[in-house]
């Protein structure tokens, strides 16, 4: 099993930054994508950004040029993602949900709300 414990959301202004972190430990060894999904109230969850070994990276296209992804595996018993979300927008408005792929699994962790006020 692998946990996952997000932090870094909260209430920001448009145009602000937030940064977004996620711990993952337990069985992290086999960990292969990692990234952050979000759902706004009655829409689907989708995906923000995913970061594979190796470092390539995939984003939404709504907020390209603004988020970061970007991951820290250096440790043997906990990996880390962050994302580092700049000129915030109202629309960005929901709960970020860190997830992480293992031997073709899904893991979720509890989820973080994002609010950016106009």
């Known amino acids: 099993q692998v946990q996952l414990v997000e932090s870094g959301g909260g209430l920001v202004q448009a145009g602000g930054s937030l940064r977004l972190s996620c711990a993952a430990s337990?069985?992290?060894?086999?960990?292969?994508?990692m990234g952050w999904y979000r759902q706004a109230p009655g829409k689907e969850r989708d995906l923000v950004a995913r970061?594979?070994?190796?470092?390539?990276?995939?984003?939404?296209d709504s907020v390209k040029g603004r988020f970061t992804i970007s991951r820290d595996n250096a440790q043997n018993t906990v990996y880390l993602v962050y994302l580092q979300m700049n000129s915030l927008k109202p629309e960005d408005t929901a709960i970020y949900y860190c997830?992480?792929?293992?031997?073709?699994?899904?893991?979720w962790g509890q989820g973080t709300q994002v609010t950016v006020s106009s």
């Open positions: 970061i594979v070994p190796g470092g390539s990276t995939h984003y939404a």
């Open positions: 997830n992480v792929v293992r031997w073709g699994f899904n893991y």
């Open positions: 337990g069985s992290i060894l086999g960990i292969n994508a």
